[in-house]
Structures are given as C-alpha cells and as structure tokens.
C-alpha cells in the first residue's frame, strides 16, 4: 500500500494508542466473545495507566502503521523481562500486531512484522516468538506463512472467559549461519 509508514508511538500517542488498541481489538474478537467479557477486556487491557507503563517500559516498544498520518495498526514488542513468558532474554516477543478490519489483507500487518523482525536482528535476538489464540484462524495462517511453528500453549484470560493461545516461534539464526569451530 502507499503512504504507509512505521513510526515508533511515545507516551504522547497514548490516547491514539488507546483508540487503535480497542478498536482494532474489538473488531478482531467482538463478534466470538460475550460483551461483558470484552467491555472488561477493553477497560482494563487499554486502561491508561497500563498503557502508561507499557510505553515507559524501556523493554517494550509500540509502533503505529501509519496511512496519511492516521493510525490503522500497531505493533508491541518486548524483550528482556518485559515478556509476557520468562523463554530465553535473548528472544523477542510480538506481543500485538492488530489492524483496523478495513485494512486486513492489504499487507499492513506484514509491514509490522517485518519491522519486528528488523528489531530482533538488529538486538541480535535468537528467535522471535508470540502467543496467538487457537481460534484465531487468520493470524495462525499468517504466522505460520512467515516461518513460525508452534511449541507450547498458555492461557489467555478475556474477562471470565480462559481461553487457550499457542506460543509460536520463529528461529533467527539456523545452522547455516553457525560457525563450525
């Protein structure tokens, strides 16, 4: 797509980050979930003081798909102790990539995931891995379209609701690139 960029959001987008988080996030799972269930979701998961946190958090980073200067997607990661699973300090955890709907299919996510992986070389991190709900069909198939296989589960609460995500990963550095000594 044109016009996109990837800039990287500072506590001075918190409201914007705010909006796309619930946004995005309500039209991903709504439509599957019980409304108290979301409503609580989205209070709390996007509450500013949590997001505060999150951005002052030197091990996370948020980044914002831009289209003419308006958000239509974000990117988290984290590394370090701010993973949500203590794997490997030497990993890098996607903890979000989220769309607006009207932009799904349009390569968008791709763009933010390529900027995470450019982040994990740039770290020189081992492997890149994240949590994806089981039932979230799309984002399996894209992150299994990029290299990631699954490894392990863990569970997600949504309000009252335990649901289950499988944690995929995707190696960075393979034999190929090992030096024999």
């Given at each position: 797509?044109?016009?996109?960029?990837?800039?990287?959001?500072?506590?001075?987008?918190?409201?914007?980050?705010?909006?796309?988080?619930?946004?995005?996030?309500?039209?991903?799972?709504?439509?599957?979930?019980?409304?108290?269930?979301?409503?609580?979701?989205?209070e709390?998961?996007?509450?500013?003081?949590?997001?505060?946190?999150?951005?002052?958090?030197?091990?996370?980073?948020?980044?914002?798909?831009?289209?003419?200067?308006?958000?239509?997607?974000?990117?988290?990661?984290?590394?370090?102790?701010?993973?949500?699973?203590?794997?490997?300090l030497?990993?890098?955890e996607?903890?979000?990539?989220?769309?607006?709907?009207?932009?799904?299919?349009?390569?968008?996510?791709?763009?933010?995931?390529?900027?995470?992986?450019?982040?994990?070389?740039?770290?020189?991190?081992?492997?890149?891995?994240?949590?994806?709900?089981?039932?979230n069909?799309?984002?399996?198939?894209f992150?299994?379209?990029?290299g990631?296989?699954?490894?392990?589960?863990?569970k997600?609460?949504?309000?009252?609701?335990?649901?289950t995500?499988?944690?995929?990963?995707?190696?960075?550095?393979?034999?190929?690139?090992?030096?024999?000594?």
């Amino acid at each position: 797509m044109e016009h996109i960029t990837i800039e990287r959001a500072t506590i001075a987008d918190l409201k914007k980050l705010q909006e796309i988080g619930r946004t995005t996030f309500s039209e991903a799972f709504a439509a599957v979930n019980s409304e108290e269930n979301m409503k609580e979701y989205l209070e709390n998961g996007f509450s500013e003081e949590k997001l505060k946190a999150e951005l002052r958090n030197a091990a996370s980073q948020f980044y914002f798909a831009l289209l003419d200067g308006k958000v239509i997607g974000y990117l988290k990661i984290n590394v370090g102790q701010a993973q949500t699973e203590k794997l490997n300090l030497d990993a890098l955890e996607i903890e979000r990539i989220y769309l607006l709907k009207a932009f799904y299919g349009k390569k968008v996510g791709q763009l933010l995931y390529q900027k995470a992986i450019d982040l994990a070389h740039e770290i020189q991190a081992s492997y890149v891995w994240l949590g994806v709900w089981e039932e979230n069909y799309r984002a399996l198939k894209f992150y299994e379209k990029n290299g990631f296989i699954a490894f392990d589960k863990h569970k997600f609460w949504l309000g009252d609701d335990e649901q289950t995500d499988l944690m995929m990963k995707k190696v960075l550095v393979n034999e190929k690139e090992l030096k024999v000594s």
